[in-house]
């Protein structure tokens, strides 16, 4: 049984049915058995006809005996006053040796049935020797490929080539897995302003009772360098490395009586340091009360702040760290070429054995 394929070329206004054509045709009327031949069908009508066209993709029989392998629209012709002639190809083929009588296709075009033409095709049967029977032999077995080099070398080099990227990729992975990159740390850090550590540092004093130590050349050497300290960082010039002299004649203080006491401190500690004098306990009090008076009487108005500060790495580090990091990636490239390598001889080994 033929079922009809629905083909919507458009609606037209009329159609005259007395000039639809349909012609069916075949290309060869004789075949060998399991051979193909071609079956053409075509239909004249108007551009915007509907037509309905045999179908054979469910059935596959156009005829008992004749199979349908492909169905298409190979040709379409657009002729005088809005006529069109389409043509389609039917590949018939067949394995029974006979003659097959075709009967004629029905189109429908506009809801109007129009037939075809009868055809016929031979089937012949390949033609067979009965006097050569002992020439004709079984089937052979499923036979192995042949081993060829040729086909075999390129993917031993690949494998080499893989293995190499492998081992490369390992050891990049263990130099690096040895070696950790530096990385840039930072610390919030309080800056707290001269003046007030030099006033914890002499109240440490007091609270130690250094005053009335016996060891008055500890006493005077933490008292003048916490004095130094915050003149080198009040007044900005390198006072630790200067003599008393010389710390005096650079000091720009606008009170000659505070100068004054601060020189009395100094040359009292240097008679202590290094002329093993001995100085009386009131005078150490009053050392001390200078020297609070001098940091208080030079201070500038300033507040404790918070401060990033940011570890600076050196060349050398820097370069680590670019080495380290040529390593990651060489792990990572060597990996994915080695794995890509791998798979693309293990898909060509199986085409080969297969």
Same mark, same amino acid.
């Given at each position: ?18 000039? #639809? ?49 492909? $169905? ?34 029905? +189109?429908? #075009? ?56 492998? #081992? ?47 060891? $008055? ?41 505070? +100068? ?70 060489? +792990? ?16 060509? #080994? ?5």
């Amino acid at each position: 049984m033929l079922v009809p394929m629905l083909l919507w070329i458009g609606t037209a206004d009329c159609v005259y049915a007395q000039k #639809v054509q349909v012609d069916e045709r075949i290309d060869s009327m004789e075949i060998l058995l399991g051979d193909q031949c071609h079956l053409y069908l075509t239909v004249t009508a108007k551009e915007k006809s509907t037509l309905l066209l045999p179908d054979f993709t469910d059935s596959r029989l156009i005829t008992p005996g004749i199979e349908v392998l492909e $169905q298409a629209m190979v040709d379409s012709v657009m002729l005088d006053d809005g006529w069109l002639r389409t043509t389609y190809e039917y590949t018939l083929t067949s394995f029974e040796p006979k003659l097959h009588y075709i009967a004629p296709l029905s +189109v429908i #075009v506009d809801g109007k049935k129009y037939m075809g033409k009868k055809l016929a095709l031979k089937v012949l049967d390949v033609p067979v020797d009965t006097t050569k029977m002992d020439q004709f032999y079984p089937a052979k077995d499923v036979q192995t490929n042949p081993f060829l080099w040729d086909e075999w070398i390129p993917l031993i080099v690949l494998y080499g080539i893989a293995s190499l990227l492998a #081992v490369m990729g390992m050891l990049a992975y263990l130099l690096k897995k040895g070696n950790k990159p530096i990385h840039i740390s930072f610390r919030i850090v309080k800056r707290v302003p001269p003046h007030v550590r030099a006033i914890t540092a002499i109240d440490e004093l007091k609270q130690e009772r250094m005053v009335a130590s016996d060891n $008055q050349k500890e006493y005077y050497t933490r008292l003048t360098d916490t004095l130094r300290k915050y003149i080198e960082e009040r007044f900005g010039f390198s006072a630790m490395e200067m003599t008393t002299p010389e710390i005096i004649a650079r000091l720009s203080v606008e009170d000659p009586m505070k +100068v004054a006491e601060l020189r009395e401190v100094f040359e009292t500690a240097d008679l202590v340091k290094f002329a093993k004098h001995s100085a009386l306990i009131n005078e150490n009090d009053r050392n001390l009360v200078a020297a609070m008076d001098f940091v208080n009487s030079t201070k500038t108005e300033e507040i404790v702040t918070e401060q990033r500060e940011e570890t600076r790495l050196t060349d050398d580090e820097k370069r680590k760290n670019v080495s380290l990091t040529v390593l990651k990636y060489t +792990v990572y490239v060597s990996a994915a070429i080695a794995c890509a390598l791998l798979a693309y001889i293990l898909w060509q #080994v199986v085409l080969l054995i297969e």
